[in-house]
């Protein structure tokens, strides 16, 4: 599955962002897909994640409470809806999909697919 993430750009703190992550090639059936992010200087980061049998979804500890995972019933596009953004998350955002069926999975090694990832940029 070939992902495209879009969406990215420049925010004041505390504003919003929706990322859209779309699957070509296939649809997200039978797919866990995350979102992840890297900072300059930093290690690449895990953000949220879906599964989607069943929707179960995850978020890392910075971002819960203020992001959301979701997806698109023709099973083709997942979204990170952004709220309350700070400065620190400035990043590459990237989305990622795994056939790995058990849930969650957060590590970078557990996604086999990478889109080409979408800037975001949160001015203070």
């Known amino acids: 599955v070939q992902l495209q993430a879009s969406g990215g750009g420049l925010v004041q703190a505390g504003g919003s962002l929706r990322l859209s992550c779309a699957a070509s090639g296939r649809t997200f059936s039978s797919y866990t897909v995350g979102w992840f992010r890297q900072a300059p200087g930093k290690e690449r980061e895990f953000v949220a994640g879906?599964?989607?049998?069943?929707?179960?979804?995850n978020y890392g500890d910075s971002v819960k409470g203020r992001f959301t995972i979701s997806r698109d019933n023709a099973k083709t596009e997942v979204y990170l809806q952004m709220n309350s953004l700070k400065p620190e998350d400035t990043a590459v955002y990237y989305c990622?999909?795994?056939?790995?069926?058990?849930?969650?999975?957060?590590?970078?090694?557990?996604?086999?697919?990478w889109g080409q990832g979408t800037l975001v940029t949160v001015s203070s």
């Open positions: 879906i599964r989607w049998g069943g929707g179960f979804t």
């Open positions: 990622a999909a795994t056939t790995r069926y058990t849930f969650p999975r957060v590590s970078v090694n557990e996604y086999d697919y």
